[in-house]
């Protein structure tokens, strides 16, 4: 029996020497591969040289080539089983996360199976995509930098299906860091990370927390009241590294032009969405207020609600139905509230949703390639009442998924690979997506839960909305679901075939 040694470690990396030692296989200087019983012989070259597949034993147990295709060939005795041990010798550090297990901590039961299997997937995928202290956006030799505007979604995602310990720690970057991601200093960062950051600070419901948090959330409130007002171009400095192929970009560390009609004109994915930075800016003031009323900061609570509900009345005024910016359909009701014409805006919202999905034949006219923006739609249905189409969306992607079973999602129509992390990795490096894809984790797991129960934050609100997604094909079946942690408390509702039990 033959044993081939081609890749090693995480994602097959690329095998630049090799040594066979008489007792064990030492691979790139780091892998010690021991095998149990030892081999009748070994065989050590590069692929490709001549006659490399059919060399004699023995012959060669030493290699070396920066190119990566060194490989062994191990001649195992007999047809009994053998164990391989690999040892690493530059182990990897612990992270600095506390986690307890990669599941939602919701107790749910539901007459479809795939509700709960894709809910566990994507808190699974969220905790397995943390490097460090850090979120990805994706897979992370796609994207070896953290990126605050999905990573934003993904914290509130950990924080809400009940991973507190994890979202905590995740939080303080958010905090302590103003811009960092691929695109450089973008004018959504402050907005998005107030919103990350009450939204675990109000489920971890610490005033130590609270007040570390403080300081934090001051800067970056004032911040957004500076680009509101600005009069000049403002820029910023970016941590952590830029996308290779726009660093240059002389806009890199620009997050804000000159405000118009009250519109923050920030930056945001190499371009200038005014509609969408306005809106998760004003829910950042929002969340930022809600702090400060915890702290009895008034002052400063007053301050940037006035502030926000000025943003709000600037977006609802330059609102139109016909407005073709996607941006602005994945941010007008979920997360920030801001819209406050509901016919208005899904007027606009169907005519983005007939745009892209085929009514005849039950389909998208062509696959999504940002997936995130389509959950996003799909949560916009969901606080305007029209539940059908996101339990849709959420079905469609249930049958259309890369890797069946693993509930992930995608990006794009082929691997970002821009850092070329997989440049000298062997195996499949050709996929059609960038899988699995963070923001679409956290969008799908957002979605799900307030399909279960949601906090409507409208005008007049805040009011507790439980089963909204729940489909009346379930409704002759019993169902629970305890544990889901929401500004307003813990909720827990039971329904048994004809009464609805809720607990808050």
């Known amino acids: 029996m033959m044993l081939a040694i081609r890749s090693v470690g995480p994602a097959g990396a690329a095998i630049e020497s090799l040594l066979w030692t008489g007792g064990e296989l030492v691979v790139n200087g780091r892998y010690k591969l021991r095998i149990a019983p030892l081999p009748v012989s070994v065989y050590v070259d590069r692929e490709?040289?001549?006659?490399?597949?059919t060399a004699p034993a023995g012959s060669s147990t030493e290699c070396h080539g920066q190119d990566g295709w060194c490989f062994a060939r191990l001649e195992l005795p007999g047809r009994s089983a053998a164990t391989l041990h690999i040892v690493d010798a530059f182990p990897l550090r612990a992270s600095q996360l506390t986690a307890r297990g990669t599941r939602s901590t919701l107790e749910i039961e539901l007459p479809d199976s795939r509700f709960r299997d894709s809910l566990d997937a994507q808190v699974a995928h969220l905790m397995m995509g943390t490097v460090d202290n850090q979120t990805r956006p994706g897979e992370p030799n796609d994207y070896p930098l953290a990126w605050l505007r999905d990573g934003a979604y993904e914290v509130v995602a950990l924080a809400r299906a009940g991973q507190l310990d994890t979202a905590r720690e995740l939080a303080r970057y958010f905090a302590e860091k103003d811009f960092f991601g691929g695109f450089g200093a973008e004018g959504d960062?402050?907005?998005?990370?107030?919103?990350?950051?009450?939204?675990?600070?109000?489920?971890?419901?610490?005033?130590?927390?609270?007040?570390?948090?403080?300081?934090?959330?001051?800067?970056?409130?004032?911040?957004?009241?500076?680009?509101?007002?600005?009069?000049?171009?403002?820029?910023?400095?970016?941590?952590?590294?830029?996308?290779?192929?726009?660093?240059?970009?002389?806009?890199?560390?620009?997050?804000?032009?000159p405000a118009s009609d009250g519109l923050i004109q920030g930056r945001m994915d190499l371009h200038i969405p005014a509609?969408?930075?306005?809106?998760?800016?004003?829910?950042?003031?929002?969340?930022?207020?809600?702090?400060?009323?915890?702290?009895?900061?008034?002052?400063?609570?007053?301050?940037?609600?006035?502030?926000?509900?000025q943003l709000k009345q600037a977006?609802?005024?330059?609102?139109?139905?016909?407005?073709?910016?996607?941006?602005?359909?994945?941010?007008g009701l979920w997360p920030t509230w801001i819209a406050s014409d509901r016919a208005a805006y899904l007027q606009g919202l169907d005519a983005q949703w007939n745009s892209n999905w085929d009514a005849a034949r039950g389909d998208f006219r062509q696959l999504p390639l940002w997936t995130y923006f389509t959950f996003s739609f799909a949560h916009q249905y969901l606080f305007l009442d029209r539940p059908e189409r996101t339990l849709q969306t959420l079905q469609w992607f249930w049958d259309h998924q890369p890797s069946p079973g693993f509930y992930s999602w995608w990006e794009g129509n082929n691997?970002?690979?821009?850092?070329?992390?997989?440049?000298?990795?062997?195996?499949?490096?050709?996929?059609?997506?960038?899988?699995?894809?963070?923001?679409?984790?956290?969008?799908?797991?957002?979605?799900?839960m307030d399909m279960l129960t949601y906090v409507d934050e409208s005008p007049g609100g805040p009011v507790i909305v439980v089963g909204a997604?729940?489909?009346?094909?379930?409704s002759s079946h019993p169902m629970k679901t305890h544990g889901m942690l929401t500004k307003l408390g813990r909720v827990d509702w039971t329904w048994d075939g004809k009464t609805m039990l809720v607990k808050i």
């Open 415 to 448: 691997e970002e690979d821009r850092f070329h992390e997989w440049d000298y990795t062997r195996g499949w490096i050709d996929p059609p997506h960038g899988t699995p894809h963070y923001w679409s984790a956290a969008e799908c797991l957002l979605l799900q």
């Open 48 to 53: 490709g040289v001549d006659g490399w597949t």
């Open 315 to 331: 977006w609802n005024a330059a609102y139109r139905p016909g407005e073709q910016e996607e941006r602005t359909w994945m941010s």
């Open 275 to 309: 509609m969408y930075v306005t809106a998760v800016s004003y829910n950042g003031l929002l969340k930022a207020a809600e702090l400060a009323d915890r702290l009895n900061a008034q002052d400063e609570a007053r301050r940037w609600r006035a502030a926000a509900e």
């Open 189 to 257: 960062a402050p907005g998005l990370s107030l919103w990350a950051i009450e939204e675990v600070a109000e489920r971890v419901n610490s005033r130590d927390y609270d007040r570390f948090l403080w300081p934090h959330v001051c800067r970056k409130a004032e911040f957004i009241l500076g680009i509101q007002s600005t009069k000049e171009p403002i820029e910023r400095i970016v941590a952590g590294p830029l996308m290779p192929l726009h660093r240059a970009r002389p806009d890199i560390y620009l997050v804000a032009q």
């Open 469 to 474: 997604g729940v489909p009346a094909s379930w």
